[in-house]
């Protein structure tokens, strides 16, 4: 852990304002507007995943609230070669579809072992989510207006604050360990440890700005699903792409050698 640390505090921090929240979303529209085939095709295989979530969960919303926001734990995973188009635009370099598919080459174990992590918290959320709502609605829950009837506007019961507030304590530090770590992992030499500890750092270091992100990153998202999941194939992408440029405006990572 000692070699973890000292490697994240060659990465040196940078302040963070709030307008480079929005500089943020406006250079990641203009990379997918510059390379818009990759996103979009990222974007619909996300939206296609979660059509198959809606397919198989059925009559068992109960199941499918948990995965859906369990989904939004993996994402920023799935969006590694949408950071590599991000990097190369730069830099100059010619980037398309295939920038994006090269990232995908299994020789990235510490990116793999990281998206396995994500994998396994967005597994334990779906149980945990499942095992509340099964177990403290007054009534079975099979639809989105059940959802909304039995737990969202229950008369009686906290259980909706319950579910939010269970969701936010294990989704604080996925994003914690994550909002950094993943892109630094694509552009630097940087072991597992030490990018997450790196992304711990940004978020402690302004908590109020970082959660202005997250929560924008989730409402965003939660826009693009919402009319069944059309606007996920444009929002997926362009948040994405702004996610890059989040990394790359609040470290400075040169110190660590670059991954080619």
């Known amino acids: 852990m000692k070699q973890a640390l000292d490697q994240s505090l060659q990465v040196q921090l940078r302040p963070l304002q709030a307008h480079q929240l929005v500089r943020w979303l406006a ?69 398309g579809l295939k920038t ?30 499942a095992a509340l709502i099964t177990a403290f609605a007054p009534a079975p829950v099979l639809s989105p207006r059940d959802f909304l009837r039995v737990v969202v506007l229950a008369p009686q019961g906290h ?32 072991g597992l440890w030490a990018a997450v500890l790196t992304s711990w750092r940004v978020v402690l270091a302004a908590p109020g700005m970082m959660t202005l992100w997250a929560a924008l990153l989730v409402l965003l998202s939660g826009l693009g699903m919402a009319p069944l999941l059309l606007g996920l194939p444009v929002v997926a992408p362009w948040l994405a792409h702004a996610s890059w440029h989040a990394y790359t405006d609040l470290v400075d990572a040169s110190a660590i050698p670059e991954r080619r």
């Not at 009559?59 to 859906?68: I, M």
């Not at 939004?72 to 635009?89: K, M, Q």
């Not at 918290?121 to 989510?129: D, E, P, R, Y």
């Open 100 to 129: 994006a598919v090269r990232m995908w080459r299994p020789n990235k174990p510490a990116l793999i072992g990281f998206g396995l992590l994500l994998a396994v918290a967005g597994t334990g959320w779906v149980l945990t989510s």
């Open 27 to 95: 250079r990641g529209w203009g990379d997918l507007r510059a390379c818009p085939r990759a996103g979009v095709l990222h974007g619909a295989l996300m939206a296609a995943f979660g059509l198959a979530l809606l397919h198989l969960a059925g009559q068992h919303f109960w199941l499918l609230a948990g995965a859906f926001s369990g989904f939004l734990l993996v994402a920023p995973v799935a969006a590694t070669g949408l950071y590599a188009i991000s990097r190369g635009r730069s830099r100059g370099e010619a980037v």
């Open 159 to 190: 259980l909706f604050e319950a579910w939010l507030m269970l969701g936010a304590l294990l989704a604080a530090p996925v994003f914690a360990s994550s909002v950094i770590s993943i892109p630094l992992l694509l552009d630097r030499r940087i």
